[in-house]
């Protein structure tokens, strides 16, 4: 089954292994979650964070919440 969430914005920690993406679901509601990729391991991405199941009313209320719930993403983004 394809996956339906569309990311609006990624941020990549230093080495690319880590991100949080913050996506709209198709009921335009926003969420956020924290991931991980190991490189040697062709399995991709996974939830680390375990925020997907968040839902805010816009992009803004769902990344405030990420930046205070992920600690290096305070620092990754500059606004």
Same mark, same amino acid.
């Given at each position: 089954? +394809?996956?339906?969430?569309?990311?609006?914005? %990624?941020?990549?920690?230093?080495?690319? @292994?880590?991100?949080?993406?913050?996506?709209?679901?198709?009921?335009? @509601?926003?969420?956020?979650?924290?991931?991980?990729?190991?490189?040697?391991?062709?399995?991709?991405? &996974? %939830?680390?964070?375990? &925020?997907?199941? +968040? %839902?805010?009313? @816009?992009?803004?209320?769902?990344?405030?919440? +990420?930046?205070?719930?992920?600690?290096?993403?305070?620092? +990754?983004? %500059?606004?």
């Amino acid at each position: 089954m +394809a996956h339906k969430n569309k990311v609006i914005r %990624s941020i990549n920690l230093d080495g690319e @292994t880590i991100c949080v993406d913050v996506f709209r679901r198709p009921d335009n @509601t926003y969420g956020f979650d924290e991931y991980r990729r190991d490189p040697e391991d062709g399995r991709g991405w &996974y %939830s680390i964070g375990h &925020y997907g199941a +968040a %839902s805010f009313g @816009t992009f803004d209320q769902a990344f405030a919440e +990420a930046k205070a719930k992920v600690s290096w993403l305070r620092d +990754a983004v %500059s606004e």
